[in-house]
DNA sequence: AATCCGTCCAACCGCAGTGTG
DNA sequence: TCACACTGCGGTTGGACGGAT
């Protein structure tokens, strides 16, 4: 639903920091009507705000469920390791982060995980360097995926998507396919590749991250597969062109 | 006490993708 | 098919705050 023309004209958004009474307007206003369209929102919970500023408010500070507070040493390293496979995907990120949104995981990267990784890496021997886990990419210099795979001859990222443990153990993975668990090898198959010697992984924008489970689980049977034990219930899935 | 500086975080901006009339 | 509006995302900015000088 879209708000009249008219009815838009006659808004004069506000900017800066919203204010206690503003919150709780649009708090009511989405706990009693839901979320439709954000602009209508913005106008019938009678807030001088556009849509998007409603939206956004709503996302990172109001809506229920959200933690808040200082990420745990569990959390920090989640982020880390996706971090590492992902790049700067922080809404992927906070999907795997139950009450954590992008913004929140994005500011904490920023101000405090970036610099951890770099001193991780400094303390680093030089020889254990590039022996690194699957998902760990610890080269920060390397702004993004994108520049990591373009400026070095590293594994490629078809795709990754997550499965649970439940799901993992019921899935039949016989065929020409490898897959390696918490780094070792648990069933060889065409692979030819070493998973411990990338340090660093690009993405395949046109395959990157399929969103249902569905998706992916079609390219097993064409694709080098490898998975990953992830934390107690989930299973991080992918295949690399090396 | 004043002010400078670095850090953190909320919010804005611009862009791309998608939906709708 | 096209134009416009909306949504979602990532990058960036600016204000608040605390510690150092």
Redesign the pocket.
């Known amino acids: 639903m ?2 009249e ?1 008219s009815e ?1 004209e006659k808004i004069k958004n ?5 204010s206690p009474d503003e919150d709780r307007k649009l708090r009511d206003y989405i706990l009693n009507n839901g979320v ?5 929102v913005a106008v019938h919970a009678g807030l001088q ?1 556009n ?3 409603c ?3 709503w996302i ?2 109001l809506r229920p469920g959200l933690k ?1 507070g200082k990420f745990t040493l569990h959390e920090e390293e989640m982020i880390m390791t996706l971090h590492g496979m992902l790049g ?5 990120m906070s999907r795997h982060l139950p009450g954590r949104t ?3 995981i ?3 990267w ?3 995980l970036k610099k951890k990784v770099k001193n991780l890496d400094n303390k680093k021997p030089q020889d254990t360097q590039n022996k690194q886990t699957p998902f760990t990419r610890t080269d920060s210099s390397l702004e ?1 995926s994108e520049e990591a795979y373009g400026s070095r001859n590293l594994p490629k990222i078809l795709f990754a998507d997550w499965m649970s443990l439940d799901q993992f153990q019921k899935f039949d993975f016989s065929g020409s396919q490898t897959t390696v668990m918490n780094g070792e090898l648990v069933n060889e198959g065409s692979f030819s590749g070493n998973i411990q010697e990338g340090s660093s992984y690009g993405f395949d924008d046109s395959l990157q991250m399929k969103n249902e489970l569905s998706d992916f689980l079609d390219l097993l049977s064409e694709e080098n597969i490898m998975c990953q034990n992830f934390n107690d219930s989930d299973i991080m899935l992918y295949s690399c062109e090396f």
């Not at 439709?36 to 209508?40: K, M, P």
């Not at 700067?88 to 992927?92: A, T, V």
Request: positive net charge.
């Open positions: 879209r708000p023309s838009k506000k900017k800066g920091l919203w439709g369209c954000w602009s209508f705000r849509g998007k500023s939206r956004l408010r990172n500070y808040r700067n995907k922080w809404s992927q992008d913004n929140e994005k500011n904490h920023h101000s405090y993004s």
